[in-house]
Structure formats: structure tokens, C-alpha cells
């Protein structure tokens, strides 16, 4: 009797469960990649923006991109002519704002963004040349560092950190389709 209830219960609880997969949304055809070089269009003279340049930071990105997706594993990265996908990216912000303050009111954490929007394209797309498969105008990566204590660190480290959670949500986005 009790190997029914337990039996039953498990059944149950199988059965409304959510169907949460890892699987790739994308179609089985599709297996490569080509990520093009980003653009930096930040606006480093906007008087409302942070007036610090990080050099490299387009290259950066892309590469920690590019990265991700061979961590990934499910798209191969291609040459611009082989890819079945391009992925098209544009840095767009950066922001550093107070996250956390001391007892005498001086900054103690930051929280960095980078934002960049994108495109993926299909260049193989039937009617006038490319398909825009998802385009996402402000896509965000973000990180946060200490200024003083044990656990200080740099803004550029933050910066760097920031760029490889924008990889990882970019490729999420990419095969997932969320």
C-alpha cells in the first residue's frame, strides 16, 4: 500500500512539474556562427555619462563573446561567408553608479553596466538578403567592485567582469531564446 501512495504522489508530482530543458530552441540545421567586430559608439563627452574611456573595450567584448560561445559548445564559431547566423553588436552605454556607502557617507561599492545592443541575423534569409532574427536595442552586462576593504578590486577588473556576464547572457539569449 505505502509503495501505491509514494507511487502515486511521485506520478503527480511528475506530472505538473515544469518542462524546464537545457536543449537548444534553435532549428537543427543551424550550427555555426560569425560574431562581427563591435562597434563603440558610447557617447564618452555626454555630460550626464562618466567621462572614462576603456580602451578595447569593443574588442574585449566581442572576444568575451566569441568565448562564451565556444565554452557554449552548441554553435561553432564560422568565417563571415560559412556562418549560418551573424551576430551583430554595438556598444552603447556605460554606467558606473554608488551601490553601497560607509558609515561617513564615502562610496564603499560601485555597480558597473556595460550595454550594448544586437542583432542576429540570418544571412541566408530569402527576401532582400538578411532577416533580423531578434535585435535587442540595450542589452546589459553588469558587475559590481569594493573600493576599499580586503575585498577591493578595480573598476577595470569590473569592467572585464561585466563583459563576461554580457557574454553569457548574449549567448543564453542566443540559443535559449528566453
Do not use: Q
Amino acid at each position: 500500500m505505502r509503495k501505491f501512495i509514494f507511487l502515486s504522489i511521485f506520478l503527480t508530482i511528475f506530472s505538473i512539474s515544469c518542462g524546464y530543458s537545457t536543449r537548444s530552441t534553435l532549428p537543427a540545421n543551424i550550427r555555426t556562427i560569425y560574431v562581427e567586430p563591435f562597434k563603440n559608439n558610447i557617447d564618452y563627452t555626454a555630460s550626464s555619462g562618466r567621462r572614462v574611456y576603456f580602451s578595447l573595450l569593443e574588442v574585449n567584448s566581442r572576444n568575451a563573446v566569441i568565448d562564451r560561445f565556444l565554452f557554449d559548445g552548441r554553435l561553432k564559431i564560422a568565417k563571415p561567408d560559412e556562418a549560418d547566423y551573424i551576430l551583430k553588436g554595438n556598444l552603447v552605454g556605460y554606467e558606473r553608479s554608488p551601490l553601497r556607502y560607509t558609515d561617513s557617507d564615502d562610496v564603499e561599492e560601485y555597480r558597473v553596466h556595460v550595454s550594448v545592443s544586437f542583432e542576429l541575423l540570418n544571412p541566408y534569409a530569402e527576401e532582400e538578403g538578411e532577416e533580423v532574427l531578434w535585435a535587442e536595442p540595450s542589452f546589459v552586462g553588469e558587475a559590481t567592485y569594493f573600493v576599499t576593504g580586503p575585498l577591493a578590486s578595480s573598476e577595470e577588473t569590473a569592467v572585464d567582469e561585466a563583459i563576461i556576464d554580457l557574454a553569457r547572457r548574449i549567448v543564453e539569449r542566443t540559443i535559449e531564446d528566453w
